[in-house]
């Protein structure tokens, strides 16, 4: 995540999910699985039972997902400040 937000605001970072390890207690997770399972076990309370199912739903889902069309000219003039 954190190699995301310093991409998006331009600052030098690794572009590879794997480029930084997380530790936790003993424990070192390196590969983007690892970092997956662990922020599922952190988190998973605030998320239904059957995520992995409802993900993997979506990702072969044919019919995408409203809130991901197009941005409209009607929200660009909506969210541009007005002086």
Same mark, same amino acid.
């Given at each position: 995540?954190?190699? =995301?937000? *310093?991409?998006?605001?331009? @600052?030098?970072?690794? $572009?590879?999910?794997?480029?930084?390890? +997380?530790?936790? #207690?003993? #424990?070192?997770?390196?590969?983007?699985?690892? @970092?997956?399972?662990? =922020?599922?076990? +952190? =988190?998973?309370?605030?998320? $239904?039972?059957? +995520? *992995?199912?409802?993900?993997?739903?979506?990702?072969?889902?044919?019919? $995408? #997902? $409203?809130?991901?069309?197009?941005?409209? =000219?009607?929200?660009?003039?909506?969210?541009?400040? *007005?002086?």
């Amino acid at each position: 995540m954190w190699s =995301f937000v *310093k991409n998006m605001v331009r @600052k030098e970072s690794i $572009p590879a999910v794997e480029g930084y390890s +997380i530790r936790t #207690n003993h #424990n070192i997770h390196n590969t983007s699985q690892e @970092k997956a399972e662990l =922020f599922l076990s +952190i =988190f998973s309370g605030a998320y $239904p039972r059957d +995520i *992995k199912t409802l993900i993997a739903n979506n990702l072969n889902s044919q019919t $995408p #997902n $409203p809130l991901n069309h197009a941005i409209t =000219f009607e929200e660009l003039e909506n969210s541009t400040p *007005k002086s």
